[in-house]
């Protein structure tokens, strides 16, 4: 019943941009907090970037500059767009929704970005 589809992700070269979507749908979006994540072969999963409720958004230190994580609650839609990528960039990236109040956390499938020359 909750579903978080993302979208968006591809085969890029370096330099180049992609945003992602993820739309969310049995919730009330609003009110959950959004993270990102990615995970590349071999390695652990990483918080990419987080954005509240109200829109306050953090970053990993090495993404400042380059990524901007945002949210259209009227649409419960969230998006990560990715610029200037890097081949280090390559991962699957995974949206992440949590509201702590209602113990509840959802994650989407899961998108690649592939970043390579």
């Known amino acids: 019943q909750v579903q978080l589809v993302e979208s968006g992700g591809g085969l890029v070269q370096p330099g180049e941009s992609l945003k992602l979507s993820c739309a969310a749908s049995?919730?009330?979006?609003?009110?959950?907090?959004m993270a990102w994540y990615r995970q590349a072969p071999g390695k652990e999963r990483e918080l990419v970037a987080t954005i509240s409720r109200d829109g306050d958004t953090n970053y990993a230190d090495s993404l400042k500059g380059r990524f901007t994580v945002s949210r259209d609650n009227v649409n419960n839609t969230g998006t990560l767009q990715m610029n200037n990528l890097k081949t280090e960039d390559t991962a699957v990236y995974y949206c992440?929704?949590?509201?702590?109040?209602?113990?509840?956390?959802?994650w989407g499938q899961g998108i690649q970005v592939i970043v390579s020359s």
């Open positions: 049995g919730i009330i979006f609003s009110i959950y907090r």
């Open positions: 992440d929704v949590r509201n702590d109040e209602l113990r509840r956390d959802y």
